[in-house]
């Protein structure tokens, strides 16, 4: 696969600290971070494109070969963008999954993604202009801007384009297929340890 993994994304243990800005980066004091690769253990892939020149970048469209993406949109989340943008940014952090691959490309701004650990704990990490990442089906989840209050990004998708959003729903397909293939190995490994 075209150099899966390969970004500088900064991972942490979410903070729940301030819930009333989820526009904060929630670090503990003194931070505890968390190892990309235990986010990858997770089921997430990241990696660091060219976010300035997307249309002709030879690895983003063997990825796109790779993993079967046919179809994209650009989206823009900002004040100036959407009408109703505290509506939709309330709406993207509020804790959600898929039935299909998340795939986003950041074209431009920034955010924050946090992704449900083993124990069911928040594991927050920063996304900015080049991470391309995508969430696996079944993957509870949540996303928000950061205090930029900007992002421009590149949704890819398998099949017709659908954001449809999920609440925890532990007896759905996608849900049952998540845990088995990450969860559950992670559990068999620390018994056997």
């Excluded at 046919?70 to 959600?96: C, L, P």
């Excluded at 996608?174 to 293939?181: E, S």
Aim: glycine share 6%.
């Amino acid at each position: 696969m075209a150099d899966c993994n390969k970004s500088s994304i900064e991972a942490w243990e979410y903070n729940p600290g301030d819930e009333e800005n989820s526009k904060l980066p929630h670090k503990f004091s003194p931070n505890r971070p968390v190892p990309l690769s235990h986010v990858h253990s997770l089921g997430v892939l990241t990696w660091k494109l060219d976010a300035d020149n997307w249309e002709s970048d030879p690895k983003l469209e063997e990825i796109k070969v790779e993993r079967g993406y046919n179809y994209w949109e650009k989206i823009t989340v900002s004040r100036e963008a959407m009408a109703d943008f505290d509506a939709r940014v309330g709406g993207f952090f509020q804790e959600h999954m898929h039935s299909q691959e998340e795939i986003r490309l950041i074209l431009d701004g920034s955010g924050y993604w946090d992704i449900r650990d083993y124990d069911d704990k928040w594991v927050r990490f920063r996304v900015q202009k080049g991470d391309l990442v995508v969430l696996p089906p079944g993957m509870y989840h949540r996303f928000t801007l950061d205090t930029g209050d900007y992002i421009e990004a590149l949704l890819l998708y398998t099949e017709v384009p659908e954001r449809t959003q999920h609440q925890r729903a532990e007896d759905s397909i996608a849900r049952k297929n998540y845990v088995k293939q990450f969860l559950d190995v992670h559990t068999l490994q620390i018994k056997a340890q």
